[in-house]
């Protein structure tokens, strides 16, 4: 055992070297800590948040959202677009600004918006989904006058269109596509007849064998974007640099609005995945930026002695918690059924237990922040299993002497309740509602499932309840997919089905004036919450811990949390 | 002198660690008995350890850690231990049978083994045709119809000559395929097929956890199975099941000995994984590896990690002095 | 002895062959089904899409994906009133299974469901920094376990070997906590990086010293979990031959007891051992995933781990197969210590 000395005095030489050799290229960096790797960085493709999140610095789309005031703004495009209605076609006319241009100084084009759409649609490419989510544009219009002109022509006449007409990045043509062999190509052909687009057009084929070739997915550089960064270096599960472009366009506008401008010269987002060594590098000064830690971790680091080199942030996020009932299983058919059920959910303890507090109510799915359509004459949810069994009575339900609730010849009353396994918040909820249904004699099954099995069961209807957590968009209201009869087997785990509900959601999803918009959510809610299919538990509260070196931290109630472009280092001049 | 120090130090420590697993069985059979909080107490989540009411502490969902304990020491005593137990009596059996036999000694009759083949192709590849009378007992029928077949095959001399079943090669490839299946793939397969419960938790386990006994024990085996006191067994005549059982086993015990009780930690953090992945214990159930997987989220709580850490670490060690006594060491070394 | 070494080879492929092919059978009955759609459903843009477009592209998603033919050869033939009606049902060559062994069989091992990297390239960039990190750790565990044994057997330390077992009975993740609190936190003692492996400039080659620092922790708690098993085990067996007359002839001859051990009675009592320290490799490379998650490392156990939960079938059959391979050589391996170690093992059937 001569060893051991030997060994640790080794371990301490290594050490003080590693502390000499420490890097100290972070001078201009900021570092920013990831869980996890973007996997995929092909602007068509993204899925993962932290792709979204880089996809938005290295491409621009047509336009954006102003994350502070929670509205669409421009981006490449001069202005919002003319918009002119025509049977159930919806027209929108944009205008690119004069400014924009790539990297090579070519200015962006209506003709890259035009490719950028047709390559979505190209046939052999991976892009099915966002074929299915720009699937609504059927053509695009060039201006023969103004070669930064053009009109989108789409078959739906939601409001919603808009933002969802511009959201998408704007793909280089110039580099992709020199020649020019998709110009040719109708994008109405494209969209509708794919076998005959490629008969007639066979460079639409040689056009995906390169484009497969190029790998866009892990070589982002074989795809300049026209955003304020290009991608410095990339190490999967490692780490990711972005460097912010000398020339970047929008460095030339007058007067550029906050969403214009990139502050941080370097980005260095750090892929960690296990929180207690994140937060130990952002203790150690290694990180600077340490988005969304767990609720526990960030009042404990508040409470602890080091904000004297920590800062702390929270907004108010539109992320919630939702538990579903299965509403075609005869035992939770009946509304009144699952609005008793839903007293049982102890909603302030379980915010205090799984969030400290980091946490607001809201009465349904809409954010509280929303005043105009928020139904705010609505009573929060009270926790009493008192009353839940009074209502459980008035629904049909006796409780036999044997033990169970019987409703006829259903019963007795028990439910088994899906999570995702390993979520410990759901976990905390579900336990907290089986302890309270055991007061009342109702049987609690927890059926903890992994992610793919959980999804399999929800969208076949194999479960009775289940706790999700659902994000908000401040920007539409769609409950098509959530809670429409079309979107049973989808993404509406709760079965939902009722002729007035899709009527209503429709609607909602229809009508272009704001008030009378507000008005209908406002009718919605109601309905949701006499029909109970889904009971929202509590909105969270977005946290964000950095270090005293970043300043000027804008928290945003959108993903990521907060605004990446209006960081700055302390010691960088402004 | 040396041999009565020797007896009474193990007498100590064998007595404690009899304590130990008596006083794990008490709290086990009286958990109970001790009104002690159920359900989540939301309101004092990661409680450190004297809070009142808790009285050591709680862990993230505000569950009472003493709790935990006392019926985790239930669960371990009738899924953890009993599970180490299950699979290292089949690792031992497969190792000894692959380690004594090999891929040539194991002859079995051709007739035998032909039947067997041709009743499990037939199963395999066909069906009773359905609503039939026959479509219940199929199984059976074909089980049926492969014995008479054998007796049938059994009549000509060709058949009768005996084949080596390479058992070795067999045990091998179990090994390798289980050893290479990664665990989250096993479980999810597992998932889907069967719904979760404690005795798919013990068969689960069992049937992953015999392959490091397994191993040991053929290697062992291969050793002993040439030594002189052996052959001479085969040279008598001696029957396969006495030579295994008075001889083999007995001169490969050790190897299991020292492998139990190690098995027993990894089996509980095992346990806890496949717990996280929903197909372990259900939730609601205690144990000491859910209490550990606490304590990896939240490293802050050293009390999730240091009770239950004890009490696995006295399990074992207890174990290990009762199954596993080890023999008062050799004067030769003692000597100075 | 030619031919016995192809025979080998032969079952060995063969086998190989087997596992990988049930492996691939098993995974395909994972349910996917909602995968893709699952991908679609969490992301925050607002949907525009119909439920009848999502099914759609869907179906577009698995055409592409290879994933719309049979499964295999043989697929479960409907219900029949018919005696004696087949199960299965042949469906030709054009099956997915068909298709991957061919390309395997040529050398494609295809792209990734995620990301459309080819597999190899994903599978070679996270070995190589997951071999550095195993052989370092294999070769600490095989050079320290046989000392240990030795030591633990002839002095027979109560103490040290219950010592050995509560590091054994620790979870990997409380050690290598354990280790990040101690060593690599501001409150104690920051000798070592917290995670990663430092940036680009940081390699092997150009600055080993530093490369290695990043290395330390976690080797040290891999190696400090799985030291207990080969030493104890090691330990137990030294025991057993200590109280054969050979090495009481030994003692007499006038060898110190750990002399009369190592020179004598270790290669009699290597055997399990061996079985530990040859499995060592593969363990490793594919269990390491706690320790490549705690200290960030791009690794081998995240990349399978990833891939499984995201039903990722090519780069999992692929990272499998490679496991399924190294478990056959280090199964050799043994073999072929075995047969050094105990040289009468020789001249014997397998």
Known sequence: MRLLPSLVLLLVLCGALTGCTASTDSADTIRIRWPSDPETLDPLLVSSPQALEVINLLHCSLLTSNPEQLQIVPWLVESLPKISRHDSLTRLTYQLRAEATWDNGQPVLARDVAFTLRVMHCPGLPTEFARAQYGFVQEIELDSADSRRFTLICSSASPDIVLASGDYSILPEYSLDPLGTLRAVPLALLRTDTAEAVRRHPALRAFAARYRQAQLSRHPDRLPGCGPYRLKSWESNRYMVLERKAGWWANRLPKPP???????????YQIIPDNTTALLALRRGSLDLYPMPTARDFTAMRASADTARLA???????????????????????????????????????????????????????????????????????????????????????????????????????????????????????????????????????????????????????????????????????????????????????????????????????????????????????????????????????????????TSVRTLSVRPGYDVLSLQLASAKP | ?????????????????????????????????????????????????????????????????????????????????????????LGTALGVAAGYWGNTRLRIPKHWLGSVAVALIFYIFFAAPANSVLAGWWPWCTAGGGLLLSVALSRFSQWRTTVALPVDSLVSAAIVFLAA???????????????????????????????????????????????????????????????????????????????????????????????????????????????????????????????????????????????????????????? | ????????????????????????????????????????????????????????????????????????????????????????????????????LSKLLQGDTGQSYRTGEPVGELLRGSLYHTVSLTLLSAALLAGLSL?????????????????????????????????????????????????????????FRSAPINYLSYLVLPVASLVLTGIT??????????????????????????????EALRRHALRNALLPS??????????????SLVVELIFALPGFGRLLAEAAAARDFPVLLAGVGLVVVVRQISLWLAEALYLLADPRLRNRPA
């Open chain 1, 258 to 268: 906050p969403w214009l401008q990139a502050r941080p010269e370097k980005l260095a």
């Open chain 1, 312 to 550: 702390f942030y929270t907004a108010d996020s539109y992320d919630m918690l939702v538990v579903g009932f299965n509403t075609q299983r005869p035992m939770l058919r009946t509304a009144a059924t699952r609005r008793a059920l839903s007293l049982l959910f102890n909603i302030p303890d379980l915010m205090q237990a799984t969030h400290q507090g980091l946490a607001y109510r809201s009465v349904s799915l809409i954010n509280p922040h929303d005043r105009l359509a928020y139904q705010d004459s609505l009573p929060n949810l009270i926790f009493s299993p008192v009353e839940a069994r009074r209502q459980l009575q008035l629904a049909g339900w006796q409780l036999r002497p044997a033990g169970g609730w019987w409703n006829g010849k259903i019963g007795p009353l028990a439910l088994r309740i899906s999570y995702h396994a390993g979520a410990t918040e759901h976990e905390t909820v579900a336990l907290q509602f089986q302890a309270a249904a055991a007061r009342i004699g109702v049987e609690v099954q927890l059926r903890p499932a992994e992610a793919g099995l959980l999804q399999q069961q929800l969208a076949t209807g194999d479960t009775d309840m289940f706790i999700r957590k659902t994000s908000g968009n401040p920007f539409a209201y769609n409950f098509m997919p959530l809670l429409h009869t079309r979107g049973i087997g989808l993404i509406n785990y709760s079965r939902f089905s009722q002729p007035a509900a899709d009527e209503l959601i429709e609607a909602i999803t229809a009508e272009p004036s704001p008030e009378r918009h507000a008005r209908l959510l406002k009718r919605f809610q109601v309905l949701l919450r006499r029909e109970s299919p889904l009971v929202v538990l509590y909105f969270t509260r977005n946290r964000l811990i950095t270090t005293r070196r970043v």
């Open chain 2, 1 to 89: 002198m040396t041999s009565t120090g020797l007896r009474t130090k193990r007498n100590w420590s064998w007595h404690l660690s009899l304590g130990w697993l008596l006083l794990l069985a008490a709290a086990a059979l009286l958990a109970d008995l001790f009104s002690l909080p159920t359900g989540p107490d939301l309101l004092r989540s990661n409680a450190a350890p004297l809070t009142p009411g808790h009285l050591l502490g709680t862990d993230s969902q505000g569950q009472d850690v003493l709790r935990g304990m006392l019926y985790g020491a239930r669960t371990a005593l009738l899924v953890s231990i009993p599970t180490t137990l299950l699979a290292s009596a």
């Open chain 2, 181 to 336: 299946l990664p665990r989250l793939l096993l479980v999810v397969l597992v998932a889907t097929a069967v719904t979760p419960s404690v005795t798919t938790l013990v068969l689960l386990l069992t049937l992953t956890f015999w392959v490091p006994t397994a191993r040991l024990i053929r290697a062992e085996v291969r050793r002993i199975r040439w030594l002189p006191y052996l052959e001479a067994a085969v040279a008598l005549g001696l029957p396969a099941h006495q030579i295994l059982l008075r001889h083999v086993l007995p001169n490969c015990w050790h190897v299991v000995r020292t492998a139990v009780p190690l098995s027993l930690a990894i089996l509980i953090s095992l346990e806890t994984t496949l717990s996280f992945l929903g197909v372990g214990l259900p939730p609601e159930l205690p144990s000491w590896g859910r209490l550990l997987a606490a304590g990896r989220i939240a490293p802050s709580c050293w009390w999730l990690i240091v009770f239950p850490t004890i009490a696995l670490l006295l399990t074992a060690l207890s174990l290990r002095r009762l199954v596993a006594a080890p023999e008062p060491h050799s004067r030769v070394l003692q000597a100075p």
């Open chain 3, 1 to 100: 002895m030619a031919g016995r070494f192809f025979s080998q080879l032969g079952q060995t492929l063969l086998i190989s062959w087997g596992i990988i092919t049930l492996l691939f059978l098993l995974t395909r009955t994972l349910p996917n089904e909602q995968d893709l759609l699952a991908r679609f459903a969490s992301s925050s843009v607002p949907l525009a899409a119909s439920a009848q477009q999502l099914q759609v592209a869907q179906a577009q998603a698995r055409h592409r994906l290879g994933l719309d033919i049979p499964l295999f050869y043989l697929t479960q033939a409907d219900v029949s009133e018919a005696p004696l009606a087949p199960r299965w049902r042949w469906t030709g060559t054009q099956n997915q299974y068909h298709r991957w």
């Open chain 3, 147 to 203: 000392p240990l044994g030795i030591w633990l057997a002839v002095s027979g330390r109560r103490l040290a070997l219950a010592t050995l077992f509560a590091l054994d009975t620790l979870p990997l993740f409380v050690v290598a906590l354990l280790l990040l609190l101690f060593l690599a936190s501001p409150d104690m003692l920051a000798l070592f990086p917290a995670y990663g492996l430092g940036t680009d400039a940081v390699s």
């Open chain 3, 229 to 258: 098993a080969p030493a104890v085990q090691l330990a137990g067996a030294l025991q057993v031959e200590i109280k054969k007359e050979y090495v009481l002839a030994a003692r007499a001859k006038g060898l110190s007891a750990a």
């Open chain 3, 274 to 287: 061996i079985t530990l320290l040859t499995d060592l490799l593969p363990n490793l490379l594919a269990g």
